[in-house]
């Protein structure tokens, strides 16, 4: 379950969070995909209902969850999941276009986004909310594993141990189709979050582009910034919201594919990508893959990242991509700390 503040948030003027953006035509708030869906409709074209607008994109993101949720016995994923290492199993065509993107992902990462890791997440408790460290946990199977029909609508597994998880790809699936959605019913101006993952429709209400802070990993009342960025899809991911913290240290449910254990590459990833499906796996591929592999990667999928870490004494440093919007907020007032480098 998402807890605390969201990870990225709108922001109006020069300010920090909560300073609000103009009131919308119409705002929905519900708990869907085990996050906080908001959808708020700014400007529609002359005769459009705004609320069936926004009806119509939350119906996308609740027919996206009762499909890939693992959660939910009934899913097409946990159909998948119960069925496909000894049959092909028939399922909707929305999961065979996350799956194929997943695939994609995994390529385009050196298997650092790995659908496969549903075994690891399980083992951790990151599924259950009772997050632990457990004494041994299974290694994700591989994605090579997964094979798509996309012409059947089929999905079969090669070996008994896999299981998929599509937590790191569906939301900003979703997500996409819930613009779309609005986009089709003639809105002109729109902002969506979905748990870490934000899409924008035209806008914003005062004209300009859309300015979203993001959150600092470990201070949940701060933002390390504010993005500047027009129709856009924005995703974050991190150790911030699930984890396990014991004397180890802190774990975050993104698992490095390669180790069956919690990524810890990064403390915070945002990425801003051509769609919100895309910026969702490449953040969470960003903190398996760390700084450097990440940042080669970028120019190649057409993205951009903020990219935080932590340094062995604790202290953050941010990496921000050329080219991006990104003003770092003054932490001064509160920062008993060193605010970021740059
Ligand atoms: P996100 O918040 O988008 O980074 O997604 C995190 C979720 O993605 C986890 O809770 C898991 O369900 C799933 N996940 C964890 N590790 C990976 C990985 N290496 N590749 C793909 N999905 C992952
Ligand atoms: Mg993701």
Not at 98 to 115: E, I, Q, Y
Not at 123 to 137: E, I, Q, S, T, V
Not at 313 to 341: I, K, M, Q, Y
Request: hydrophobic fraction near 45%.
């Amino acid at each position: 379950m998402s807890r605390g503040r969201p990870l990225l948030v709108a922001v109006a003027g020069l300010g920090f969070a909560g300073v609000c953006l103009a009131d919308p035509l119409a705002a929905r708030r519900e708990y869907v995909m085990g996050t906080i869906a908001e959808v708020r409709v700014h400007a529609v074209d002359p005769g459009v209902d705004p609320e069936q607008a926004t009806e119509a994109a939350m119906a996308e993101i609740h027919a996206v969850d009762r499909l890939m949720a693992v959660q939910r016995p009934d899913s097409d994923v946990s159909r998948v999941n119960r069925g496909a290492a000894t049959r092909a199993v028939s399922v909707d065509h929305r999961v065979v276009e996350v799956l194929r993107a997943s695939r994609h992902l995994s390529a385009l990462t050196d298997g650092a986004f790995d659908v496969t890791v549903l075994p690891t997440v399980r083992a951790w408790g990151f599924l259950d909310g009772h997050p632990r460290r457990p004494a041994d946990a299974p290694r994700p199977a591989g994605y090579r594993h997964v094979r798509v029909d996309a012409v059947r609508d089929e999905v079969a597994f090669d070996r008994a141990d896999v299981g998929v998880d599509l937590g790191g790809i569906a939301k900003g699936y979703a997500l996409d189709r819930a613009r779309t959605a609005m986009l089709e019913r003639g809105v002109r101006s729109a902002y969506l979050d979905l748990g870490g993952n934000v899409a924008t429709l035209g806008l914003a209400p005062d004209g300009r582009p859309w300015r979203l802070g993001v959150r600092h990993p470990r201070r949940p009342d701060m933002l390390i910034g504010v993005l500047e960025v027009g129709e856009a899809s924005v995703s974050t991911s991190g150790d911030a919201e699930r984890f396990v913290e014991d004397e180890y240290g802190r774990a975050g449910h993104v698992i490095d594919p390669r180790t069956g254990r919690p990524a810890d590459a990064l403390v915070s990833a945002t990425v801003v990508a051509a769609s919100a499906m895309l910026a969702d796996g490449l953040s969470t591929a960003a903190v398996v893959m760390g700084r450097d592999a990440f940042a080669d990667l970028l120019p190649r999928v057409g993205g951009r990242a903020v990219l935080v870490a932590l340094e062995p004494g604790g202290r953050a440093v941010s990496w921000v991509s050329p080219g991006l919007r990104f003003d770092v907020t003054d932490l001064a007032p509160a920062a008993a700390e060193p605010p970021f480098n740059h």
